[in-house]
């Protein structure tokens, strides 16, 4: 069965919220993605779905600060889906969108250990801008990517 894209939904938080604990080994992660992401940007989030299961979301939004920029919140795909590319679609998805919304840079950030997420951004075209100490306080350091759209 074909995986089809299209735009998340406010009704698409609870399905989102109640596996990416799982996709992610227990880890609780839904503290870092509240409900307003659903209501507020719908038109720069998206979800992957394999007939009725949900296999993949990106969550995304336009800078309110920078009228040239864009920013990548929260990525995840079904670990059973992962390499299948379902990823990259909905990041060339999200990136179709804000590029046709005049946006020319786009931006995220990931942890420094983790160096599958890194690597991910690096063959989606996204550089290293930098590592910053602290990023999101004491011991929270983070790398910051960036990609420039043409």
Same mark, same amino acid.
């Given at each position: 069965?074909?995986?089809?894209? @299209?735009?998340?939904?406010?009704?698409? +938080?609870? @399905?989102?919220? %109640?596996?990416? &604990?799982?996709?992610?080994?227990?880890?609780?992660?839904?503290?870092? !993605?509240?409900?307003?992401?659903?209501?507020?940007?719908?038109?720069?989030?998206?979800?992957? #779905?394999? *007939?009725?299961?949900?296999? *993949?979301?990106?969550?995304?939004?336009?800078?309110?600060?920078?009228?040239?920029?864009? +920013?990548?919140?929260?990525?995840?795909?079904?670990? $059973?889906?992962?390499?299948?590319?379902? *990823? @990259?679609?909905?990041? #060339? @998805?999200? !990136?179709?969108?804000?590029?046709?919304? *005049?946006?020319?840079?786009?931006?995220?950030?990931?942890?420094?250990? &983790?160096? $599958?997420?890194?690597? /991910?951004?690096?063959?989606?075209? /996204?550089?290293?801008?930098?590592?910053?100490?602290? +990023?999101?306080?004491? %011991?929270?350091?983070?790398?910051?990517?960036?990609?420039?759209?043409?």
């Amino acid at each position: 069965m074909a995986v089809a894209i @299209r735009h998340a939904k406010p009704s698409d +938080y609870g @399905r989102v919220i %109640g596996r990416i &604990n799982v996709w992610w080994g227990g880890r609780d992660l839904a503290p870092i !993605l509240p409900k307003l992401f659903f209501l507020h940007f719908e038109g720069t989030s998206f979800v992957a #779905e394999e *007939g009725d299961d949900l296999v *993949g979301f990106l969550i995304g939004f336009l800078s309110q600060t920078a009228d040239d920029e864009a +920013y990548i919140h929260f990525m995840g795909v079904a670990p $059973e889906h992962r390499g299948e590319g379902i *990823g @990259r679609t909905l990041y #060339e @998805r999200f !990136l179709e969108e804000v590029r046709a919304q *005049g946006r020319t840079v786009v931006r995220c950030v990931t942890s420094p250990s &983790n160096d $599958e997420a890194v690597s /991910f951004h690096e063959a989606l075209g /996204f550089e290293v801008e930098r590592v910053v100490p602290d +990023y999101d306080g004491p %011991g929270e350091d983070r790398v910051l990517l960036v990609r420039w759209l043409s």
